[in-house]
């Protein structure tokens, strides 16, 4: 699959300080959040686009600490930004409208955990007829055998796995 970056979007998924501190799986969550912020900055001057999405937990008053964006991922001025209420980032967000909007057509999912909001995210872009690419170590599992199972197993059903290097050569 070949990169037009002004028809793909960066889905960075719940890089949030309250679940980027948890460092899980094989990739620290800092990393996990210098990665992203590199395929972040190579999209946007290739004119691509970013979307920042955290989770608020529903049907609460007050979110936990840390639940806002990690200060390295908070959206700029041309970026989407959601906030879910569920395990993905389309259900309820107007997301697929708003990526049709600006004419994107693939999808590069980054972010934490890779078998919840990352997954949970990809699974839906696809149903709504996004090409998906996963940036495999701009993302970390809750585990490394959990993570390494699904880029090697579940994830390659539905989609491309590359590494950061591979897609910032594409940018």
Sequence with gaps: M???????????????????ELDMG???????????????????KAGGTVVAVRVERPNVTEQP?????VPEMAPLEDDIEVVK??????????LAERLRERVVDTVIMAGLATTMGVESTARAAADHGFEVVFAADAMSGMTAAEHEHALAVTLPR??????TEQLLAQL
Excluded: K
Excluded at 2 to 20: H, K, S
Excluded at 65 to 69: E, H, L, R
Excluded at 85 to 94: K, M, V
């Design 85 to 94: 209420r569920t395990i993905g980032a389309f259900y309820g967000t107007g």
């Design 26 to 44: 094989p990739h620290r969550g800092a990393d996990v959040v210098a990665r992203t912020v590199r395929l972040a900055t190579a999209l946007r």
């Design 65 to 69: 600490p840390g639940s806002g964006f």
């Design 158 to 163: 539905f989609g491309d796995v590359r590494d």
């Design 2 to 20: 070949t990169l037009v970056a002004d028809r793909t979007a960066l889905i960075a998924v719940d890089l949030m300080p309250r679940i980027v």
